[in-house]
């Protein structure tokens, strides 16, 4: 069975201080997705990857993904309260059918 | 912008009644998924439709089943629900075959079964 395991579960900060959500699994995944999700509303994409070793940034987030493709992590730079929510990680194969989720991690930002 | 929407965003039914969640995608995707979302669990695949008419059984199916009768829409059914089906239920979809697994979701509905 595959599994995606993120960590930490549950992340509070101050706002300006930096963080990293690791993603890991065991398997090889075509593309690893990292999406966002507020209180009561749906995931939202934030960035794709697909390279082994590929590094792209959105903004003060930076994601990356393992050279193996088995891991990914995002990296937060002077976190803000607006990065309050879960963050999510999702491996997929090729065609996207079978997409696993990691559980999640919950992040605080405090002002 | 894609736009994915659910019937309702919170629904309460009793026991043994049957349930039905629409969920219809604007971006002409070929692929429509159905997930719920429990504390801890993360999201759970019910079932999945990679055409019209298609459909195929995901991590969690039972208890649950689905219809695609055109490709822009892809219901949930919940035949006699119970109360361990009380989630969030999620709608997603996505491009097609050659898609790299970017998928875009409702808002989600909050179901409670009493």
């Known amino acids: 069975t595959q599994l995606l395991e993120q960590s930490p579960q549950f992340l509070s900060i101050q706002e300006g201080e930096n963080l990293t959500v690791y993603c890991n699994s065991s398997s090889v995944f075509s593309s690893l997705q990292w999406y966002r999700q507020e209180p009561g509303e749906g995931p939202v994409l934030l960035v794709t990857v697909v390279t082994g070793g590929e590094v792209k940034k959105l903004k003060r987030l930076t994601f990356q993904f393992g050279d193996a493709r088995k891991d990914s992590s995002l990296h937060i730079t002077a976190a803000q309260p607006g990065d309050t929510g879960l963050y999510l990680c999702a491996g997929a194969d090729t065609g996207g059918f079978k997409t696993i989720f990691g559980a999640g991690t919950r992040l605080f930002v405090k002002a | 912008d894609v736009k994915v929407t659910q019937s309702s965003r919170y629904l309460v039914k009793r026991t043994g009644e049957k349930v039905f969640l629409e969920c219809v995608q604007d971006m002409d995707h070929e692929n429509m998924f159905w997930y719920r979302q429990d504390p801890g669990l993360g999201l759970r695949l019910i079932y999945f439709?990679?055409?019209?008419?298609?459909?195929e059984k995901g991590d969690i199916p039972e208890g649950y089943s689905v219809s695609r009768e055109k490709k822009e829409r892809f219901s949930l059914i919940l035949e006699s629900a119970s109360t361990n089906q009380t989630s969030m239920y999620l709608c997603?979809?996505?491009?097609?075959?050659?898609?790299?697994?970017?998928?875009?979701f409702g808002p989600g509905t909050r179901l409670t079964v009493l």
């Open positions: 439709s990679y055409d019209v008419k298609m459909k």
């Open positions: 997603a979809s996505s491009w097609g075959p050659l898609s790299p697994g970017e998928q875009f």
